[in-house]
């Protein structure tokens, strides 16, 4: 099994992540990951935060001589932040008294973790649920991309909503145009718009939120299965993407745009070289792929820590009071859809593994060699 595990607070010393079930021989490059990490980061409406970290991961196991070793690979993201929070975040008991948040926002897990968990401060709570932690995440998923490679599967995102403003798109994709895009977005005029709004926000106190797409080409037929429902491809892919901070909606090929449809608009017809004509479905049917490019729409909230702060209670005395606030983002769809590829590529990665398995890359593409034979049209 290949799986994840990811620790660290927002301004806590870093983000740790341990990545298990890698096959030996998989290329692994810190420079790379860097550059996954440094996307994450992008995207126009980031917060002053951005200024401050340059993340870069760290790896301390699990890769000798730019391979991996088939052992755990342990990554570390340290917060350079740190310095300013060395004393709020300590560890170890302070003697200083901290001035506790008692000021819980709207649309965060303040309030659910203060109760939940007992706590006092909802710092204790806020920092853990701050999408910092996306950042160990997308390292992770950076070196289950080089296992990805093997096989030619790539996975892609790019905006196509901001705050009311759509973008038209065509297929296929330029993803160098979309790369060069202050919001990831391919079409340069709806882009010009959807910063536009990012600014009105900014200028209101307020926030926005829209909708990325992810498309993973290449993906072969069979991953996933229709046997059991928590082994279903779609239900797996959705779980991954909803665990994304803000996203609160996912849906994979045309969606809920099918729901006013007939099945004879719907159901992509099968060609006698088992290729569907058209990719309605988005790539996965029956919970397993079925060879065309997995398509995936996500909704993304507008992140609720707002410059103008919306009513809400003070814990410490029970009365209303404007909601806390700190230093934050006015929009993250652009690096919510780099996330986005991160867990796309967390979850195919664990299905090609389960598929074919191996303890080195050489027989996992050796199985899966065999495999695309036992699967050509006789």
Not at 195 to 224: H, N, Q, Y
Not at 263 to 291: F, P, Q, Y
């Amino acid at each position: 099994m290949l799986r994840y595990l990811t620790a660290g607070e927002s301004h806590g010393k870093g983000q740790v992540v341990i990545l298990e079930g890698m096959p030996a021989g998989v290329p692994v490059a810190e420079d790379y990951i860097t550059r996954q990490l440094k996307r994450r980061q992008g995207g126009y409406g980031r917060g002053e935060r951005m200024d401050i970290e340059k993340d870069r991961a760290e790896i301390i196991s699990g890769v000798r001589h730019g391979l991996t070793l088939g052992s755990p690979i342990s990554m570390l993201i340290r917060n350079k932040d740190w310095d300013n929070w060395a004393e709020v975040m300590s560890v170890s008991p302070i003697n200083n008294k901290m001035k506790p948040v008692t000021r819980v926002r709207p649309g965060h897990a303040d309030l659910a973790g203060v109760l939940k968990y007992n706590q006092g401060d909802v710092r204790n709570i806020l920092e853990r649920a701050s999408a910092r932690e996306t950042a160990a995440r997308v390292a992770a998923a950076a070196v289950v991309r080089g296992l990805l490679d093997k096989f030619n599967i790539v996975v892609n995102s790019h905006t196509i909503c901001i705050g009311g403003k759509w973008a038209k798109t065509t297929d296929p994709i330029d993803w160098n145009k979309v790369e060069s895009s202050s919001v990831y977005c391919v079409d340069g005029d709806a882009g010009k718009k959807m910063i536009k709004e990012i600014d009105s926000a900014r200028e209101a106190g307020d926030t926005v939120g829209g909708i990325f797409e992810l498309v993973a080409a290449g993906v072969p037929v069979g991953l996933g299965s229709h046997a059991q429902s928590d082994r279903k491809l779609d239900g797996r892919i959705a779980q991954a993407i909803m665990g994304i901070n803000a996203v609160k909606g996912v849906s994979i090929g045309l969606g809920f745009d099918m729901a006013p449809l007939r099945g004879s608009k719907v159901h992509d017809v099968i060609g006698t070289d088992l290729r569907r004509k058209t990719n309605n479905a988005g790539g996965i049917e029956g919970g397993m792929s079925n060879g065309e490019p997995i398509v995936i729409h996500a909704v993304v909230k507008p992140i609720p820590t707002l410059g103008k702060p919306l009513p809400s209670i003070d814990l410490k005395n029970g009365k209303e009071a404007d909601a806390h606030y700190e230093r934050s983002d006015v929009c993250v769809v652009p690096a919510a859809g780099v996330v986005g590829e991160a867990m796309l590529a967390l979850v195919l990665a664990e299905a090609v593994m389960e598929k074919f398995g191996g303890d080195h890359i050489s027989e996992t593409l050796s199985n899966y060699k065999n495999y695309l034979v036992s699967t050509e049209v006789k």
